[in-house]
């Protein structure tokens, strides 16, 4: 059975951090790289960070700087270590599989997590 699953949500305050995991079974991590998604209530789903395989890393605008996409391939798990949290990030955040195409788009993804929220109070 193919899953991921997404972990270390939570409510923090604003300028808090909060380290969001994902964990995979089967067979679907291996030489793949990954990505994270958000959703914000009445909002398209988004591209926040993305790490291949190989550990290159791509990141939204208004994330860079204060995100940090990472893996371990032992584990079968990537990471979204979260700094500097602001109001505007609240969302519901997802992991997902890329299996090609633009690391930014929802396309290029074929296997997704149920979520963990994220909210960060003022």
């Known amino acids: 059975q193919v899953q991921l699953v997404e972990s270390g949500g939570g409510l923090v305050q604003a300028g808090g951090s909060l380290r969001l995991s994902c964990a995979a079974s089967?067979?679907?991590?291996?030489?793949?790289?990954m990505g994270w998604f958000r959703q914000a209530p009445g909002k398209e789903r988004e591209f926040v960070a993305s790490?291949?395989?190989?550990?290159?890393?791509n990141y939204a605008d208004s994330v860079k700087g204060r995100f940090t996409i990472s893996r371990d391939n032992a584990k079968n798990t990537v990471y979204l270590q979260m700094n500097s949290l602001k109001p505007e990030d609240t969302a519901l955040y997802y992991c997902?599989?890329?299996?090609?195409?633009?690391?930014?788009?929802?396309?290029?993804?074929?296997?997704w997590g149920q979520g963990t929220q994220v909210t960060v109070s003022s």
């Open positions: 089967g067979r679907i991590f291996s030489g793949y790289g």
């Open positions: 997902a599989r890329r299996v090609g195409g633009a690391y930014y788009s929802t396309g290029a993804y074929d296997y």
């Open positions: 790490i291949s395989w190989f550990h290159s890393t």
